[in-house]
């Protein structure tokens, strides 16, 4: 998943991705997802400084979040921002993300508190990821 951002131009910002040992089954576009999420934070954001992401396996399955630091979307946002045309200059950007998620059942929405960044969590339910571990 990193490699789908590291040919961005991140200015000063840092990447912070904590998703060791998580594989997902998923479309192969899922890369894309990962482009479009730190692609958003670049063109939207004002301030941001980190991108993070991670995951947190819960009792139905687990949730990816991909978050930064700046000061977020307004609560009536959080759901417009996925209709199609509706990202600058009538991108499609999260609009394609989740369509291509859906292809494996996996959802996404926007989770943040105003003022403190925006943060995505895409959900996976079981049975669509394993953990793993090297030995």
Do not use: C
Request: charged share 20%; no cysteine.
């Amino acid at each position: 998943m990193v490699f789908a951002v590291s040919h961005r131009d991140l200015g000063n910002m840092r990447l912070k991705f904590q998703l060791q040992g998580l594989a997902i089954y998923a479309d192969a576009l899922l890369e894309r997802v990962f482009f479009n999420l730190v692609k958003n934070a670049i063109q939207h954001a004002g301030n941001v400084t980190v991108i993070r992401a991670g995951y947190i396996v819960t009792a139905n399955g687990s949730i990816i979040f991909v978050e930064e630091d700046d000061a977020g979307l307004p609560a009536g946002a959080k759901e417009w921002i996925f209709d199609k045309g509706t990202g600058m200059g009538g991108s499609v950007g999260l609009f394609l993300s989740r369509e291509i998620l859906s292809l494996t059942g996996i959802t996404i929405r926007e989770t943040s508190v105003a003022g403190k960044g925006a943060r995505f969590e895409m959900t996976v339910h079981d049975g669509s990821y394993r953990i793993y571990t090297k030995e």
